[in-house]
């Protein structure tokens, strides 16, 4: 057994389950490569750092430095043991499949002064401690999401643009299908009420693929569709509130807010929502949503004041 150790590749893997958290929950945690050493405790998180290479990218390198007890555990005890460490490196990384390279399973050539069973018990103890202390995070962040509001706001900047100028755009509370190319144009229309008024709706549907996005993907997901309602407007202050009614979207209760601020060469764009949790999305999701849309919205009314213009 000891001359097979020596002559030949140490291989070993382990695995382990979390219940109620699913893989798109538990692969960021792991997508962020350099931070290993929140879920592993023998691990000095003071000490571990990124080394080189961008998130996500092959050659991505991690240096993980071993508690001073960790290491002494690691040297058999030995008092005074020299700090263990080692520099991991990103080999491949597959979001689709939700794999990478460095996994929990592993071929090294044999370690002097270790057997291979003790390196396949650290293997498996540690990635216990690892799903233990992911799945922990989780279920208090997924607590807290359905404990509390969700809240989030974005903002964006347009140069060579006035507030005075943008503020018409937003005014006219039912043609915000003009500036977000994932609602249906042909289809979203003002439902009833006045101009400029509380109580205006708005009518909003969402293309094909983009309801099939909001289903997490799903083949032929049925059209998402919400109404908004005006609550207010103030267009001296350059403000407006809404809320979404009647929805399949999945919201209980939802108000937006968004505000058009003169600042120094230009405007600024504030949006802000808070809501109840959705079920089956996370809060990051919708804030997501929210940024990538209000980036849309201003790149859109950017074209149309310019063009306006010549």
């Known amino acids: 057994m000891a001359q097979e150790n020596k002559d030949s590749k140490w291989e070993g893997k382990s695995t382990a389950e979390l219940r109620s958290i699913t893989a798109k ?11 290993i050493h929140k879920w592993v405790p023998a691990l000095d998180s003071e000490k571990c750092r990124h080394v080189e290479g961008a998130f996500g990218e092959l050659g991505l390198i991690r240096y993980c ?16 043991a020299p700090t263990k460490w080692c520099n991991e490196k990103l080999l491949s990384m597959d979001p689709v499949q939700r794999t990478l390279s460095y996994e929990w399973s592993f071929v090294s050539d044999p370690v002097e002064g270790m057997q291979l069973e003790d390196f396949r018990g650290f293997a498996e103890s540690t990635l216990k401690t690892v799903a233990e202390g992911m799945g922990t995070y989780l279920f208090l962040v ?5 404990d509390s509001k969700w809240e989030g706001n974005s903002s964006e900047d347009l140069r060579g643009i006035t507030a005075e100028q943008l503020w018409p755009l937003f ?16 289809k979203c229309r003002h439902v009833e009420g006045a ?17 099939s996005a909001l289903s997490n993907g799903t083949d032929k997901a ?3 569709w919400c109404n908004e309602k005006l609550l207010s407007m103030d267009p001296v202050q350059r403000t407006l509130s809404y809320e979404v009614t009647e929805n399949n979207l999945g919201f209980k209760s939802y108000v937006g807010n968004v505000k058009v601020i003169e600042i120094d060469g230009g405007c600024k764009i504030e949006w802000s929502f808070i809501a109840d949790p959705v079920e089956g999305m996370q809060l990051e999701d919708l804030r997501g949503f929210l940024e990538s ?13 310019q063009a306006a213009g010549n």
Not at 65 to 80: C, I, M, R, Y
Not at 171 to 186: G, M, N, Q, R, Y
Request: charge should be negative; aromatic fraction near 10%.
């Open 195 to 211: 101009f400029g008024e509380p109580g205006l709706i708005r009518y909003c549907v969402f293309k094909e693929q983009s309801s």
């Open 222 to 224: 049925p059209t998402k």
């Open 142 to 146: 997924d607590k807290e999401n359905k």
């Open 65 to 80: 430095v071993f508690t001073e007890q960790s290491s002494s555990a690691l040297s058999n005890g030995t008092d005074k």
């Open 171 to 186: 005014e006219d509370f039912c043609i915000i299908h003009k500036w977000v190319p994932a609602l249906d144009s042909e």
């Open 293 to 305: 849309n209000l980036k849309t919205v201003a790149e859109g009314m950017r074209k149309e004041l």
């Open 25 to 35: 929950q538990l692969l960021p945690l792991f997508e962020d490569f350099c931070t």
